[in-house]
């Protein structure tokens, strides 16, 4: 089973920048699609960017443009990289497999993302 550990979130004025990580434990992260997903107070979780095994990126209509994903297959590690975050950004921030036919991996803890006004 492969392990997720999320890092670099915090408290960041709107405006800010922010560059999440997320490492992956396995080889087999290479061979997977990789998203990022954010769950804010009372709503359900959602998928804000992913990136396929060879770096083809799609992003969520509220982020695109400010946020960028990113990969590197050889440290199994996914990033976000945030700009010119909003208020709404706020929320947990998750990574995980993006796969219809397999269901994600176990979730990690997260990282918490707090934008100020």
């Known amino acids: 089973q492969v392990q997720l550990v999320e890092s670099g979130g915090g408290l960041v004025q709107a405006g800010g920048s922010l560059r999440l990580s997320c490492a992956a434990s396995?080889?087999?992260?290479?061979?997977?699609?990789m998203g990022w997903y954010r769950q804010a107070p009372g709503k359900q979780r959602g998928l804000v960017a992913s990136?396929?095994?060879?770096?083809?990126?799609t992003y969520a209509d509220s982020v695109k443009g400010r946020f960028t994903i990113s990969r590197d297959n050889a440290k199994s590690t996914v990033y976000l990289q945030m700009n010119s975050l909003k208020p709404e950004d706020t929320a947990v921030y998750y990574c995980?497999?993006?796969?219809?036919?397999?269901?994600?991996?176990?979730w990690g803890q997260g990282t918490q993302v707090t934008v100020s006004s």
């Open positions: 990136i396929t095994s060879v770096g083809r990126t």
């Open positions: 396995g080889s087999i992260f290479r061979f997977n699609a």
């Open positions: 995980n497999r993006v796969s219809v036919s397999d269901g994600p991996w176990s």
